[in-house]
Nanobody, 122 residues
Framework: VHLVESGGGSVQTGGSLRLSCVLS????????MGWFRQAPGEEREVVAN???????RYADSVKGRFTVSQNSAKNILYLQMNSLEPEDTAMYYC?????????????????WGQGTQVNVSS
């Protein structure tokens, strides 16, 4: 499965961005998709996971500000980011893998996009 992210950019504190992740093909069984981010010098961390049944889990740091969604065909994953803060500055990645459980550990995912950079200035 090939993933391509887009939508990153530079905004000021309080601004919004919408990231997209396009999948080259759909999974035929249970799957999980996730948004991760990695700031310079930091480990990659989960932002949100979405199960194939639509269930979504958010990291505490983004709850109430970020929203994950999919299109009806389920081949595009979105991350709407509102009320952005400088601490949200990072490279954002989309990940996907088959399976019935969505892990927070990025090592559990085998399919990754190339990333899209988000910069938030104060």
């Amino acid at each position: 499965v090939h993933l391509v992210e887009s939508g990153g950019g530079s905004v000021q504190t309080g601004g919004s961005l919408r990231l997209s992740c396009v999948l080259s093909e759909l999974f035929y069984s249970s799957y999980c998709m996730g948004w991760f981010r990695q700031a310079p010098g930091e480990e990659r961390e989960v932002v949100a996971n979405i199960y194939d049944n639509g269930g979504i889990r958010y990291a505490d740091s983004v709850k109430g500000r970020f929203t994950v969604s999919q299109n009806s065909a389920k081949n595009i994953l979105y991350l709407q980011m509102n009320s952005l803060e400088p601490e949200d500055t990072a490279m954002y990645y989309c990940a996907a893998d088959s399976g019935s459980w969505c892990y927070d550990d990025p090592l559990k995912y085998t399919n990754w996009g190339q990333g899209t950079q988000v910069n938030v200035s104060s």
